[in-house]
């Protein structure tokens, strides 16, 4: 089993940055893909990072040029960078990620508990 805990959110001032991160623990054989997702009040869950066990990232349109991914395979821990930060970015934060506990082991899924940013205007 692995365990997310992220850490990182709080309540920031429009045009203000911060800096989530996401730490994996458990039974990890190696880490995949590991996300940044997002999902504000009545809205569907959002890709907004992805980064790939080799470092290669990818954005979504909305946070392209304002966020950077990125992670640190010695600590199996993935940070989330943000700047220029907008109302619209108010949401709850996951992070996710695929891992397998050995190397003949299936990748499976996991989440972390989510963390609130909140951008005042």
């Known amino acids: 089993q692995v365990q997310l805990v992220e850490s990182g959110g709080g309540l920031v001032q429009a045009g203000g940055s911060l800096r989530l991160s996401c730490a994996a623990s458990?039974?990890?054989?190696?880490?995949?893909?590991m996300d940044w997702y997002r999902q504000a009040p009545g809205k569907q869950r959002e890709l907004v990072a992805t980064?790939?066990?080799?470092?290669?990232?990818n954005y979504g349109d909305s946070v392209k040029g304002r966020f950077t991914i990125s992670r640190d395979n010695t600590k199996n821990t993935m940070y989330l960078q943000m700047h220029s930060l907008k109302p619209e970015d108010t949401a709850v934060y996951y992070c996710?990620?695929?891992?397998?506990?050995?190397?003949?082991?299936?990748?499976?899924?996991?989440w972390g508990q989510g963390t609130q940013v909140t951008v005042s205007s």
């Open positions: 996710h990620l695929t891992s397998r506990r050995s190397a003949l082991s299936p990748f499976q899924h996991y």
């Open positions: 458990g039974t990890i054989f190696s880490i995949a893909g």
């Open positions: 980064i790939t066990s080799g470092g290669l990232s």
